[in-house]
């Protein structure tokens, strides 16, 4: 018996300058660290077969299976603001694509697989570190239910990677509904090839956006599409904490998933200029700048998209601007609409958006842990011995108290039952995100000790993060004062 994958490959059947064909690097000794079973089993790929030694040697980019088609992909891209032209899968290969059980295509590919020709200085390497975290971070935005890329596997290399100081090397395979960027375009932009520029917006109507393929103005259509796409993902990571890290334009996924795990992180105290990554120096993507940031990336895709639009470059300015004018509009609306469902109302009013910005600006002001603020809420709306939780976050409880009436006052204006509202509550607010020093306790223990039971459980807990687990409630808290993480690393 061999693994089998059902590859059904499309973009490398794009034309020669979109990629470049090239196969993993054989490692040493492959290990199979972690499988996602369920992964595989909604990838018509059989878990058990994975598992082998067979498996792992896939996994770990030693052997290519029957079906796949190795590429780098080319792209380019805005990397805190300073274009470079030419970047590239440097450390990532596609081995090909499958159909889902949804009927969705999936890019399978192998990240830290070995050298491209765009790797430039770089190793084409991972370390073990940051393959943990995005597989950590990147399953726990998709079980809160966030449009992201997945792990399908992490493995050891048997080999060491040298950043500054001599680590495990790692493989993650990483599977995404397409790894297409912004910076895919601004790839084919730069090189005033408008031909490749049409082949690649069709390919991504095609495969993301077949609704549009009969829409009047296809690109005009796509344009708009990505726009909310994006708006709604960046509200989305809003309301849960998220901070991506490194929003650069070649980090930004034409498919509105989440996409390149580097520094990203939850924050535990509610902060709207909460930066982790400790190369984000200047805060350009600090929590509350992430929709500034996601405009200003759509901006470069509009620029890349304007010589579709029309030969008239003044007109297709105006309707690219005319695009782009929705963003905030979308964006404002799925925060707002987000930011009442955590706060438990059912129904818009007058006077809801201020309301609970005093909410935010209170836990900001009083260094509420932005998760335990509202998933404490929950249970203050089902009895008001709760309240006193909720206080608790607060380092001057004093400081809800005004706004707790204010909320009772609200919501009493509303028929559901107390209950009611709780669990509605409770299927937005999680108890449980990958809070950093928990991701680092994780890390630290299979790289310096090779034990990955802290690994197994943290993933398990985080797979359902709105549901108490009582035995896991050490999870849900915030990190005493000395287990604080301050900076993350993208630990390229
Ligand atoms: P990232 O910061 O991970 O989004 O990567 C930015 C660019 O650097 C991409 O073109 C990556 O492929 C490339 N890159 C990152 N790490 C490596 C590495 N270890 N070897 C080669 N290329 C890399
Ligand atoms: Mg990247």
Redesign the pocket.
Known sequence: MTVHFPFQNSYSALPDNFFARVAPTPVAAPRLIKLNRPLAALLGLDPDMLETPEGAEILAGKTVPAGADPIAMA?A?H?FGQFVPQ??????ILLGEVIDKNGVRRDIQLK?SG??P?????????ALGPVLREYIVSEAMFALGIPTTRSLAAVVTGEH?IRETALPGAVLTRVAASHIRVGTFQFFAVRRDTEALRRLAEHVITRHYPDLLHAERPYHALLAAVVARQADLVARWLLVGFIHG?M?T??SSISGETI?Y?PCAFMDAYNPAQVFSSIDEMGRYAYANQPRIALWNLTRLAECLLPLFSDDQEKAVAEAQDILGAFAETFSTAYQAGLRKKVGLFRERDGDEALIQDLLDAMAKNQADFTLTFRKLCDAAADEAGISDVRAQFMDPSAFDDWAKRWRERTALEPQAATERQSAMHAVNPIFIPRNHRVEAVIQAAVNDDNYAPFEELVKVLAKPYEDQPEHAAYADPPLPDQRVLRTF?G?
Not at 118 to 126: K, N, P, Q, T, V
């Open positions: 792209y891209g990397q970047l590239g899968d440097g450390r990532a830290g050298p491209t765009f790797s430039r200085r770089g190793d084409g390497r991972a990677v490194v650069n070649d980090n390149d580097g993208c390229t």
